[in-house]
């Protein structure tokens, strides 16, 4: 389904404190070259309209939220969001995600939670290279993860569910099992954890969510 589209930010609402530019960003990815501060930094993978990394960074004030969304303007949508509300935990990056995820700008175990919430399935085989879930994004994600730290996967495609379930098994075991986040009740009409749930569960399209900890090095005697 395609986006709907969106309203330009205010001119006079000033975004440059939430909303950076790749050249902007620091040679390397941390909260303390982000924010200044050494908390729990998360990273949300595939922003869209900013619900989540809104709402999440509202109700974890411990830590730090980076947002990365490719669609400029929905970026930019995400971080006017946060503006109006002047969230100090969190930015949005106008970006690509998968060209970050190396060991030069990301160090290993330095994230507490990677999010990956409704993201493009990419239906055709000869495209599939290109889902966020591929093979070595999940091997930097789990490279990127603390021990105990948690990787959160939604989506609305069975096919593209199953599939990364499978993948994650086979080459990221240390990320342990799929856990399966259970749907709660909404209050409200915008209370839900990404527009795209919003819409899926308003057409009766079955949302499957899991989330996973990374688990230690194994022992020997």
Do not use: C
């Amino acid at each position: 389904m395609p986006r709907a589209a969106l309203r330009k930010p205010p001119p006079d609402l000033d975004l440059t404190p939430w909303l950076l530019q790749p050249e902007q960003l620091p040679p390397v990815l941390s909260s303390q070259s982000l924010f200044g501060n050494d908390r729990p930094l998360e990273i949300e993978i595939g922003s869209g309209k900013g619900l989540f990394i809104q709402t999440a960074s509202a109700g974890e004030p411990g830590h730090y939220f980076l947002g990365i969304e490719i669609a400029k303007k929905y970026a930019a949508h995400a971080a006017a969001r946060l503006a109006r509300i002047g969230q100090t935990n969190a930015k949005m990056l106008a970006g690509d995600a998968s060209p970050l995820l190396t060991p030069a700008r990301v160090t290993d175990s330095s994230v507490e939670a990677i999010h990956v919430y409704f993201p493009d399935p990419w239906w055709k085989k000869r495209h599939r290279k290109r889902r966020i879930l591929s093979e070595p994004n999940i091997r930097q994600f789990s490279r990127m993860l603390r021990t105990g730290g948690r990787l959160h996967f939604w989506t609305d495609v069975l096919d593209y569910f199953e599939l990364t379930i499978e993948l994650i098994a086979e080459i990221a075991p240390e990320l342990g099992v799929p856990l399966p986040e259970k749907q709660r009740d909404s209050k409200h009409d915008l209370d839900y954890h990404t527009h795209f749930e919003r819409r899926s569960r308003r057409l009766g399209i079955p949302v499957y969510r899991v989330h996973y900890f990374k688990r230690g090095p194994s022992r020997t005697a």
